[in-house]
């Protein structure tokens, strides 16, 4: 699959699969996609296209959720987790499996000015939000739980930043040798805001386990501890609970004595077997 030859659309096509038949997909018209077997799908004319399952009733992050996430990281709060994200990273092909609005996956098209990224997110508008950042990044809504619509082999780096993870699939999708970061927080990521209630606790053996279940299908290479401390005020505090999978439940608003917690978090990257 060519990164940078043809047009939008066929470099689209170039990652995809069908979901009914996983045949390959390319170009059938001026805003659709379609596989040999006469399977077609359209395309937003913001350049992304939605493979769901048929009947799929799944839903991603709110805009409210994705406002929150764009005031945290386009301020440069967690720099530090997309350089590390970045430096594991490898070309010329990258997908980012729960994309959000492609702040990690600009961070590693910056590191490969060769690279293109396809952004995949649940969420539509995270995906429009990411396509629309770069004219380098592709756009796909997916569930990662299901069978991808990605086609065998097609990605170089496969990315996992706070995300949910399907590895049968993220393995199926990355060439031989192929790369996977995963990045995963430690039970003292923003400890401090947890401790109000106003956000879910974190399991203290997270990465460990990621580690043990990855084992059959991806060898560890380097385990990355990054950590800060981040001072904060109003604002950020009220993002950070709010990007989060905390703003599904319902949690309460974190206390305004919270000045400083601490970002944690461990950079797995992984070869794929």
């Known amino acids: 699959m060519s990164t940078t030859d043809g047009d939008p659309l066929s470099r689209l096509a170039g990652w995809l699969r069908c979901t009914v038949c996983a045949e390959p997909l390319e170009p059938a018209g001026r805003l659709r996609l379609a596989c040999v077997r006469a399977h077609s799908f359209d395309v937003n004319k913001r350049g992304y296209v939605t493979l769901l399952p048929a009947g799929s009733k799944v839903q991603g992050d709110s805009a409210a959720m994705l406002d929150a996430r764009d005031a945290v990281l386009e301020n440069d709060t967690y720099a530090l987790v997309a350089a590390a994200v970045s430096g594991a990273s490898a070309g010329p092909r990258i997908l980012d499996a729960g994309a959000g609005t492609g702040y990690y996956l600009r961070a590693a098209l910056a590191e490969h000015p060769e690279a293109r990224g396809l952004a995949m997110d649940l969420s539509p508008a995270a995906v429009a939000r990411a396509a629309r950042s770069s004219d380098r990044i592709d756009g796909l809504v997916a569930d990662t739980w299901q069978p991808l619509p990605v086609r065998t082999g097609a990605a170089d780096t496969v990315l996992d930043v706070f995300a949910p993870r399907n590895l049968p699939e993220f393995h199926r999708v990355l060439r031989p040798g192929g790369t996977l970061v995963v990045v995963v927080p430690r039970a003292d990521h923003l400890a401090e805001l947890r401790a109000t209630g ?41 993002a950070l609970v709010g990007m989060g999978p905390s703003a599904h439940h319902g949690s309460a608003s974190p206390v305004e004595d919270v000045e400083t917690a601490t970002l944690s978090v461990d950079v797995l990257r992984f070869t794929r077997r």
């Open 198 to 238: 106003a956000m879910l606790d974190v399991p203290a053996d997270k990465a460990d386990d990621l580690i043990a279940s990855a084992e059959p299908l991806f060898a560890l290479q380097t385990r990355e501890h990054v950590a800060q401390a981040l001072t904060l005020d109003d604002a950020l505090r009220a």
